[in-house]
């Protein structure tokens, strides 16, 4: 493994921008690109190569003066490979982007600017419009519904386009900007997630730490999606988002609410499996990812306690942050809610 390292003899940049390549060379030029000409220009790529057989990110990072590149023996994982691009970063603030997700010029002015206005706030959103269609949601935050099944809100639902700033329960990971101290302090991303969901335990974990996350509508990328990893249907993500989201569950659930969590996952998981053929076809994947989060429980039991025991937003609070509407859900509608003074916090 080659691990990028800072160089003191130069001045420390706002931003550090995370970007993790894997099997990445049909979009990743174009996603750098799109960083080279943004209109706020103080930070520097952190570009972090996870084994791509065709080695697409060395010519990438050789053609930009901001970049520099971290380069894996082996596939790492999305959330141990970010977590080595914020170690390795140098920025107050840490900017996470997706090698198939495409920054208007103006996505880090934005965002750099709401963290400016918003200075108790050390999280921010994106919106994310589909790359084919940039008239329709690849998502506004994502959500946490009531049963611990999140999803990006807005998805595939058109662009109202007039959205206005507000609270959403986390951040998607493949657009978003965090405190880079604030990060490394929660551990980052927890690497047994491997992808999918890591991005979301991380925001709920922010939410159980009183930590709030701020939509920027105005923060702007078209995405691709699943680019790298055979879309949003297939195996590898059915498993692992399966698998991911009941150690999310598990892990950060306050106790208050999870006896009527866990029996309400086990039924909207079991509606979502039988409810559209190709989830028919994919019930076997399933119960194998539902067999895997079992079998990796205990170190997922060991954190909880740890996260609970740091735990300081209410378990009212937490409930709030959440939608507990059904029909929110079936229509991954978006929960963006108005941004106001946090009640007080209690044990």
């Known amino acids: 493994m080659n691990e990028a390292k800072a160089e003191d003899k130069t001045a420390a940049p706002a931003v550090t921008v995370a970007v993790v390549a894997y099997r990445s060379g049909a979009t990743l030029a174009a996603c750098v690109e799109r ?12 570009l972090v190569d996870n084994a791509s057989p065709e080695l697409e990110a060395q010519p990438v990072a050789s053609a930009w003066p901001f970049a520099r590149l971290i380069e894996n023996a082996d596939n790492l994982g999305f959330a141990a490979a970010m977590n080595q691009a914020a170690r390795a970063g140098r920025g107050r603030w840490l900017a996470l982007l997706n090698p198939d997700a495409f920054p208007q010029a103006d996505w880090l002015e934005r965002l750099v600017d709401a963290a400016e206005r918003h200075t108790t706030i050390k999280a921010f959103a994106s919106r994310q419009l589909m790359d084919e269609d940039p008239t329709i949601l690849d998502g506004l935050g994502d ?18 386009g007039d959205t206005p700033e507000g609270l959403v329960f986390s951040a998607c990971g493949g657009a978003m900007l965090i405190d880079r101290a604030l990060f490394l302090a929660q551990g980052g991303f927890d690497e047994r997630f491997f992808c999918y969901c890591e991005d979301v335990d991380l925001g709920y974990r922010l939410q159980l ?25 297939s195996d590898f993500a059915v498993f692992h988002g399966v698998r991911n989201r009941f150690w999310v569950l598990v892990k950060d659930t306050p106790w208050p609410l999870l006896p009527l969590v866990l029996p309400l996952h ?54 709030r942050a959440m939608t ?24």
């Not at 078209?222 to 949003?232: I, K, L």
């Not at 059904?326 to 209690?346: K, W």
């Open 35 to 46: 960083l080279a000409q943004q209109s706020f220009s103080d930070f520097e790529l952190v």
């Open 143 to 160: 959500v946490m519904g009531g049963p611990c099944i999140p999803y990006r809100g807005g998805y595939r639902r058109r662009d109202p």
């Open 209 to 233: 730490a009183g930590e709030p996350t701020l939509l920027v509508p105005a923060a702007v990328v078209r995405h691709v999606g699943s680019a790298s990893s055979g879309g949003p249907r």
């Open 266 to 319: 086990v039924l909207a998981q079991t509606v979502i499996s039988i409810i559209q053929p190709e989830n028919r076809r994919q019930i076997g994947l399933t119960l194998k990812a539902y067999g895997a989060a079992l079998k990796g429980l205990g170190p997922i039991l060991k954190s909880r306690r740890q996260v609970q025991a740091d735990r300081k937003a209410s378990t009212w609070r937490i409930a």
């Open 324 to 347: 507990w509407n059904p029909l929110d859900l079936a229509g991954r509608r978006a929960v963006i809610r108005p941004i106001a003074p946090s009640p007080p916090t209690a044990p």
